[in-house]
């Protein structure tokens, strides 16, 4: 017999945005590992008709709250209208093209005993690009993030992302409420320094690509885009980008 999960204090926060059927399939994958939630809020960004009306269908089938606008208005007023309508103490946040993996509901649990033992932590993390650069006091899996001033590299810098993430749900009392208007890559940005800049705590999952998978279909394509020059790997356009970092970090955590 499987393992039901039920975190009754834990609140799974969805930002979505024309991809319902991403959305569906990520609820489902929940619902497949036996996880139920104290409570599910979809948080639309002014989808296509079509999008609101599959999400309206889905709501039938799957118990969620979904917080709309009649238009789009960006990455950081989804997650701000998304979150202000939690009700219980933590939040789960997941974009809807993520999935968990088979081995989430046990390391979410261990999550959220972190959260519990340690006040002081505000985020515990799943997922990223790569692995954060400073690592320490090991916990199935988990890791404290050491985030120094005086460390070298700037990658030390990304101690919060947007990705998959436990958090306080009075992250806004800390941390402040993510800067509207702007494009998705600088809404993080900013919040990454405000995490940092009111001394933000944070555990990381090393084995993070285990733990969440990011899918984007054909059909549904990754609506967030950035810059060639912000990812490419070319010399010496990687050099002139990773200086070009490492002084505008330090310059804008410092001021």
């Not at 399939?25 to 939630?37: D, I, M, T, V, Y």
Request: proline share 5%.
């Amino acid at each position: 017999m499987n393992k039901e999960y039920f975190f009754e204090e834990v609140t799974l926060l969805i930002t979505h945005y024309n991809r319902s059927q991403s959305l569906e399939n990520l609820l489902l994958s929940f619902e497949g590992l036996h996880c139920r939630f104290g409570d599910i809020v979809v948080s639309d960004d002014g989808s296509k008709p079509e999008h609101i009306d599959y999400l309206l269908q889905l709501q039938k089938k799957h118990e969620f709250r979904l917080i709309t606008t009649p238009q789009n208005r960006g990455l950081g007023n989804n997650i701000n209208k998304g979150q202000d309508a939690v009700q219980t103490p933590l939040t789960l946040y997941v974009q809807e093209d993520f999935t968990p993996a088979a081995i989430f509901p046990e390391r979410f649990s261990q999550a959220v005993d972190i959260m519990h033992e340690q006040p002081q932590t505000d985020v515990v993390r799943f997922y990223a690009y790569f692995e954060y650069p400073y690592l320490k006091n090991p916990r199935n899996g988990f890791y404290e993030m050491d985030f120094a001033l005086w460390k070298p590299g700037y990658r030390k810098f990304y101690a919060y992302s947007d990705h998959p993430h436990l958090r306080r749900s009075t992250f806004f009392t800390k941390f402040g409420r993510y800067v509207e208007g702007q494009k998705g890559d600088i809404t993080e940005y900013r919040m990454m320094m405000s995490f940092l800049k009111n001394n933000g705590k944070a555990w990381f999952y090393k084995d993070f690509k285990g733990l969440f998978e990011q899918k984007n279909s054909e059909s549904e394509p990754s609506t967030m885009s950035r810059e060639n020059w912000r990812q490419t790997d070319r010399f010496p356009v990687k050099q002139i980008r990773d200086l070009y970092r490492h002084v505008k970090f330090n310059f804008d955590y410092l001021t």
